[in-house]
Structure formats: C-alpha cells, structure tokens
C-alpha cells in the first residue's frame, strides 16, 4: 500500500459542523481526506441541505490553506424525499459559514438547472452530487454538470446504498462506477467515488489503486472513524437537552432571588468546553430535586466545580 493516512493528520480532525441525523455525518474523515489528495481548485456541491458535507470540505480547505474556490447550490426548498424544508435552514448556515468560510466560499440558492451556467466548461475540479436521489435526478444532475468536470475531476455521489422506495442512486451507481476508475463506501448510506478526470491526482490515483486493492480495510478504516461523528453528535444532542433544561432553570433563579446566567445558555460557547459545561449543568440541574431553598441558594451561587 502506498496510500498513508498518517501522511494526511487532516483526515483526524475534529469535524466543526454536525447536525443530528445527518447522514453525511460518518464521511467527514473522507471530506477531509480528499481535499488533501486532490487539492482541487474548484469544488462544487449540489445539494447542501444544513451544511454537513460541505462545511466538512470548507473546514478542510481552511485549515489546509488552500486556495480552493468552494460553491455549495441547493435551492433550500427541499426534494420529494426531505419533504419541504424550514424557512430558516439556509439563513442558519450562513450565520455558522459566512465568518468562518465566506472569503473563498458562496452559498447559492438557486436550483441546479439554474447555477450550471455559471460554472465555466472544462473548470470543476471536485463534484459532490447530494441532491434529489431518483435515479433520474441522479443521472441528470450528472449529465447536466459532466462538461464542467476539468481533466482532474472527481464526483462523489451519496447515498448509493439506500435502497428505499424511490430510491436510484444506487441503479445510477452500477451503471457508471464501471466506466471510471471507482471506490464505494458502504457505510453512512454509501458514498460512490469516480474519479472522472483523464489526468487524476496522483495522491487521489494512489489511494483508489489502494482502495479497491483491499477494499475491506479501506472501508474499515472510514467506518470507524466515522463512527467519532455519531458519538460527538449524540454528546451534542445531550448538551442541547441540558441547554433546554437551563433555560428553565434560569427562569427558577430568578424566582428565586439568584441572577440568571445567560453564558450557561449560550450554547456555541458551551461546545468549546463541553465536560465542564455538562458537569456545571448537571450539579446545578441537581438542585430541582431539593426542597432546601437555602441550599440551592447556595450551590446556585457557587457553580463549581466545572464553571
Ligand atoms: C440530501 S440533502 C443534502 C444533504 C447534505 N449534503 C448534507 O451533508 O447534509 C438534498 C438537498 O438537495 C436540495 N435539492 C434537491 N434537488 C435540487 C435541485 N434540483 N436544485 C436545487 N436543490 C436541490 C434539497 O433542497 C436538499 O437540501
């Protein structure tokens, strides 16, 4: 094997953008990993929904200093199989995107139809195709933005092992992994890599030669380090309850003389240290459970351990 992950730390960072039940959550080690391997020039995804893939490739291309151009398109309405999206999804994600990625990266609400003639022939370097999963969307979206793939290109295609009712990304996947030099992750609900271009990477060439030469370890491999994402995000998903929980024990200290604290709900502030958070909710969360009020006064007014 000549393909190193050691040789790429960036595929072991700590992923900054997860939203509960996303199910691009466990390919994020990958997004990272193949920004390093194709350090393309221009990256486009379809399909972006509240960020979870694409943050991952703008998290990489920050921190690799890149000086990759990055467009995420997606209408922001939804598709047959996300039903209709909230009006704030997109307004969310610019708030988290915007400061941290906003000076080599654009959000483009707009439909794909729509935002393939802004892209010039021949000038995309890395495709993630995550929109509506028939297999006719599929094999139109690809189609439409095939004749701006560069002669470096790469797409990934998500979801090629869902095969639920209405599903095709799958179908679309047998046809054309064939025809290019491909690897598929099976976990995650599937994510297919073609490798498009007629002059690859050569990092990206090694590490599919590798892949399909032991395709079992490869996707252990990512699987495993996928699973971080679950975990991490089900620790977020607990703070988020416990944040939940604060806001009314706020409204509690105050009927009870003691000052609120609104850093306690401050819940970006709270993911930068998490354990102390949690720790400081819980033992504050313990004094609902009392009947004592001049104890709860009293550990309400001296929050440690864990402040
Ligand atoms: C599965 S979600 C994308 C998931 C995202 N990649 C992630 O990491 O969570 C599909 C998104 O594609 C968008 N979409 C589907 N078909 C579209 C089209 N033809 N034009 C624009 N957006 C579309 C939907 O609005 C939805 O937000």
Redesign the pocket.
């Known amino acids: 094997m000549r393909f190193n992950p050691l040789h790429h730390p960036c595929t072991f960072m700590i992923a900054q953008m997860l939203?509960i039940g996303?199910?691009?959550?466990e390919h994020i080690p990958f997004a990272f990993l193949l920004i390093d391997l194709a350090r393309p020039n221009l990256l486009v995804?379809?399909?972006?929904?509240?960020?979870?893939?694409?943050?991952?490739f703008c998290q990489a291309i920050a921190a690799l200093r890149l000086p990759t151009k990055c467009f995420a398109?997606?209408?922001?309405?939804?598709?047959p199989?996300?039903g209709v999206?909230p009006q704030d999804?997109l307004a969310y994600l610019r708030k988290y995107h915007d400061p941290l990625y906003g000076s080599f990266s654009t959000l483009v609400p707009?439909?794909?139809?729509?935002?393939v003639a802004h892209f010039d022939d021949g000038s995309i370097d890395v495709l993630?195709i995550?929109?509506?999963?028939t297999f006719e969307?599929v094999q139109?979206?690809f189609q439409t933005w095939r004749p701006k793939l560069s002669d470096k290109a790469i797409i990934l295609l998500?979801?090629t092992a869902v095969m639920d009712e209405g599903f095709g990304v799958y179908k679309f996947w047998e046809q054309i992994h064939t025809q290019y030099p491909s690897f598929e992750f099976k976990h995650g609900h599937g994510l297919g890599i073609l490798g498009v271009g007629k002059s690859l990477p050569a990092k990206f060439a090694e590490f599919l030669e590798d892949a399909t030469a032991d395709p079992q370890a490869m996707r252990d491999c990512f699987a495993i380090l996928g699973e971080r994402n679950d975990i991490q995000c089900w620790l977020i998903g607990v703070l988020q309850a416990l944040n939940q929980q604060y806001k009314f024990l706020n409204q509690f200290k105050q009927q009870i003389g003691v000052p609120a604290d609104a850093a306690m709900e401050d819940f970006q502030q709270a993911l930068k240290d998490p354990f102390a958070y949690a720790t400081r909710m819980t033992r504050e969360l313990q004094v609902l459970i009392s009947d004592d009020v001049a104890l709860r006064k009293h550990i309400l007014q001296n929050p440690q351990p864990g402040k």
Do not use: R
């Open positions: 939203n996303s199910g691009w959550l995804e379809l399909g972006t929904y509240k960020g979870d893939s694409y943050c991952g398109i997606d209408s922001w309405q939804g598709d199989h996300m999206l999804v707009e439909t794909f139809d729509q935002a993630h995550d929109g509506t999963h969307a139109h979206d998500h979801d």
